[in-house]
């Protein structure tokens, strides 16, 4: 904004002359006012500035402009003022942002279009009266998926939203994910898109994984437990093989585990160990100074390790029910997000455990 706009004079002007900016939302004619209109005039001037070609851009009073055109006036009394293209339309926008019957999405797009004439955030507040942080929530919606302005428009979600969303701006995926959840506007919402961004990261690495083993041609199991479809199974590295070394094998396999929560793990598994140890396919440790195979204390050994490793694992799920009971999270939430990740990695015992825990019936009968 360079110019100094001159002071104004008020004159009438043809209607014919005035161009009316195209990008500037059509006002809406109640018949109560075109009759007004049509009777008394238009009795407040609008506010026009003079172009080079003789003619003049409406600023401010497209509606009282309209109802002079419906009416058949061929003039209308006009404040005319010079300035900068840029300076018209901050004015033209403030006065659009004064009206009451905009949408969160259209105040944003006027608020933008003030923001990139040169004014500052503070000083459109001021001018406004409206909190710094209103002008904010507006400029972080022009930047977001039409699905979430469509959500504030419409109410389910509210504008102050609208930063929270902008953090996960780039991860339209993220955001659907949300939205398909039939969010409504609430304190939780960061908390959802960061699980949803951790849900669509975990599924895009397990794929990845997927890909990885179909180039390869190895066989996937995808769960954490192979034994209950291949009775037996045992992982590679309790059975001291090299899975690199054992890649054509048709015994063995790849298992993929993790939840929609819980980063993917890939393991090779071997579903029929003994066939390596009868015919030797196989290299397994030998303790030189007791000349005698040591291969099932490795594999006991591993065995424990697995026991302890599921023991923590169970501990560490403990303790999440109590935070979460200890933080009083809402029985919804304990539906959408706690209730099926148990049901994903928990037995029947630790089910009824968890279940006695939070107060609820449990799972399978006693």
Not at 86 to 93: L, M, N
Not at 259 to 287: F, L, N, Y
């Amino acid at each position: 904004m360079t110019d100094t706009p001159t002071a104004d004079r008020v004159e009438p002007i043809a209607v014919d002359l005035i161009d009316p900016d195209p990008d500037n939302r059509p006002a809406v004619l109640d018949d109560a006012f075109l009759a007004s209109v049509a009777q008394h005039g238009v009795l407040m001037p609008i506010l026009v500035t003079p172009t080079d070609d003789g003619r003049y851009r409406l600023v401010a009073g497209e509606r009282r402009y309209r109802a002079a055109i419906a009416a058949g006036h061929a003039t209308i009394p006009a404040s005319i003022r010079s300035a900068d293209e840029s300076t018209a339309a901050v004015w033209q926008a403030v006065e659009n942002l004064a009206r009451i019957d905009l949408t969160p999405s259209q105040e944003a797009r006027q608020t933008a279009r003030i923001m990139a004439a040169g004014m500052k955030q503070k000083a459109l507040a001021a001018a406004l009266n409206r909190p710094l942080s209103w002008v904010r929530s507006r400029l972080a919606i022009v930047g977001l998926p039409t699905a979430v302005q469509d959500a504030i428009d419409a109410g389910t979600c509210e504008p102050s939203d609208a930063l929270t969303f902008a953090k996960f701006a780039d991860r339209p995926d993220v955001i659907d994910a949300v939205l398909a959840e039939d969010y409504r506007s609430g304190s939780d919402l960061d908390w959802r898109l960061q699980r949803a961004a951790e849900a669509a990261d975990n599924a895009q690495y397990r794929q990845a994984l997927l890909d990885q083993c179909a180039q390869a041609r190895w066989n996937v199991f995808e769960g954490y437990d192979p034994t209950s479809t291949h009775r037996g199974a045992k992982p590679l590295s309790t059975l001291g093989i090299d899975h690199v070394d054992h890649v054509r094998e048709t015994c063995h396999l790849v298992v993929i585990s993790g939840s929609r929560h819980q980063p993917p793990d890939m393991a090779p598994w071997c579903t029929h160990p003994r066939r390596h140890i009868t015919k030797g396919a196989s290299e397994v440790q030998v303790d030189e100074r007791a000349g005698v195979v040591s291969a099932d204390d490795d594999r006991a050994a591993a065995e424990r390790e697995a026991k302890r490793a599921a023991k923590v694992a169970r501990a560490r799920r403990d303790e999440f029910a109590r935070q979460a009971i200890a933080a009083k999270l809402r029985g919804r939430d304990l539906t959408d997000f706690v209730l099926p990740v148990l049901f994903d990695v928990a037995g029947q015992t630790e089910l009824t455990a968890a279940a006695k825990l939070l107060g609820l019936d449990p799972p399978f009968p006693q």
